[in-house]
């Protein structure tokens, strides 16, 4: 049987549209080895991929139209042809594998099987090895993200034994007729052979319900832009194009704890503070620092013990004092302001707003991304994801640093930041649209700077 998209999953297939892409990515970098050959890794995922079973699975539109696309098994899944293989040219150190990244979060995946992609890259200046991994949003938000790097990974050099499945996997075929039987049984087509009204339709199990929770959210899309001001102009908002260019930064870990820790904040701010920083240079040089303060908007993992696959993410929206030219008054301003709003409703809201735009159709959000009448309510998306404290293997190869790859907003926002911890280090990654100006190599060089600053407060 087929298995419906997540409301905020929906959300993220809806908004690829024109240029915009909705992949996710994440980038590891290994010592090479024999473990990590194009084979090894196949074979890998191959003992491992049932643990990950949306893997194997596509998604299916629902017959005339009736519902949301659905997860269905993938009956010509082909694993070998997920897994690619690549290298960056000699001397091109780092920066080739960042424009490699970039040309391959260029390209959307494809809709008909299923939406990921693994690419093994050498690096041949360095004896390591890549992996670049893509996933569509509606597959995996960012903490799940990790959660499956982790199921491929070891914590030992050993490999540990995972169990086979009692049986080997047979895709379950598709049925349209079981999935309309069951489509038929719900309030929703029973709604819509009423004729009622479009927004209500399609919306969940109970359309009155949806209908209302789709107007509070409307609602509160207004509050928002009455309530805050507009974020400010930045040649970071701008229309998107289709192409990326991408750039990488690594900082270590206890540093950063440190210098949070001596000024009372927690390390989200400390890593807020270092966008800031960045956004401050960044700007002066492109000669256009605004009056008020620029707007991240600042996703916040709500996912429950035990949960898995899927979106679970609520946002805040958090100025940044690109105006204070201190680096410790910096992050004393993003510590106060992360205090604030952990006080206040807005997580509460965002995970709202998230959940209501999924509900909906297209049509539906539609109204929704009007609701709020051209606002521009922030100004790039910053996205620290914890990951894992301690070292991991695959297939006896060493991960020694990790990086998120953070898809641009649709609403005209050039520029994201995602931010990994990783094995004592954070991992910074700029993904920007290729025709972002100043380019990609000025914020580049502005967020080393930041880093830089912030870890002179240990010093």
């Avoid at 009372?264 to 270092?274: E, F, R, Y």
């Avoid at 100025?319 to 509460?348: F, I, Q, T």
Wanted: aromatic content about 4%; overall charge neutral.
């Amino acid at each position: 049987m087929a298995d419906p998209l997540s409301p905020a999953d929906r959300a993220s297939l809806a908004a690829e549209r024109g240029p915009v892409n909705m992949a996710v990515g994440g980038l590891l970098v290994l010592d090479a080895g024999p473990g990590l050959e194009r084979r090894a890794v196949v074979e890998r995922l191959a003992s491992r991929l049932h643990l990950i079973p949306r893997y194997r699975q596509r998604l299916e539109e629902v017959p005339l139209g009736l519902g949301a696309p659905a997860w269905a098994d993938d009956e010509g899944f082909d694993l070998d042809w997920h897994v690619r293989h690549t290298s960056v040219p000699t001397g091109g150190g780092r920066d080739a594998l960042a424009d490699l990244t970039a040309l391959e979060m260029s390209r959307r995946l494809d809709l008909r099987r299923p939406l990921w992609e693994l690419t093994v890259i050498d690096l041949p200046d360095e004896e390591r090895v890549a992996l670049l991994a893509r996933m569509h949003h509606a597959l995996v938000d960012g903490v799940a993200a990790v959660d499956a790097a982790t199921v491929l990974l070891d914590p030992t050099p050993e490999p540990q034994e995972i169990p086979a499945p009692e049986e080997p996997w047979r895709a379950k075929p598709y049925d349209p007729r079981r999935h309309l039987a069951r489509l038929a049984r719900t309030p929703v087509v029973s709604t819509q052979r009423l004729l009622m009204d479009a927004a209500a339709r399609a919306l969940g199990s109970d359309p009155r319900r949806a209908a209302e929770d789709l107007r509070r959210a409307t609602d509160l899309l207004r509050q928002l832009a009455q309530t805050r001001p507009q974020a400010p102009m930045t040649p970071l908002n701008q229309p998107l194009g289709p192409n990326r260019r991408c750039a990488l930064h690594r900082a270590p870990l206890d540093r950063i704890k440190a210098a949070a820790k001596g000024q009372g904040a927690t390390v989200n701010d400390a890593l807020l503070a270092a966008v800031s920083g960045m956004l401050r240079e960044y700007l002066q040089e492109a000669g256009a620092l605004p009056s008020a303060p620029p707007v991240a908007l600042v996703p916040v993992s709500v996912r429950r013990p035990g949960e898995e696959g899927g979106n679970r993410i609520s946002t805040v929206l958090v100025d940044l004092p690109v105006h204070e030219p201190d680096a410790r008054a910096r992050l004393a301003a993003v510590s106060a302001a992360m205090r604030e709003l952990k006080r206040s409703a807005a997580v509460r809201a965002g995970a709202l707003l998230v959940a209501a735009g999924g509900w909906a159709p297209p049509l539906v959000s539609s109204v929704l991304a009007r609701a709020l009448g051209g606002v521009r309510a922030f100004n790039l998306v910053a996205s620290n994801i914890p990951g894992p404290q301690q070292p991991f293997y695959l297939n006896g190869c060493r991960a020694r640093e990790a990086y998120p790859l953070v898809p641009l907003n649709p609403t005209n926002q050039r520029l994201s930041v995602g931010i990994l911890s990783f094995d004592g280090a954070v991992g910074f990654s700029l993904l920007a649209d290729r025709e972002l100006d100043p380019p990609v190599g000025v914020a580049a060089r502005a967020l080393q700077s930041a880093v830089d600053e912030l870890l002179a407060m240990t010093s």
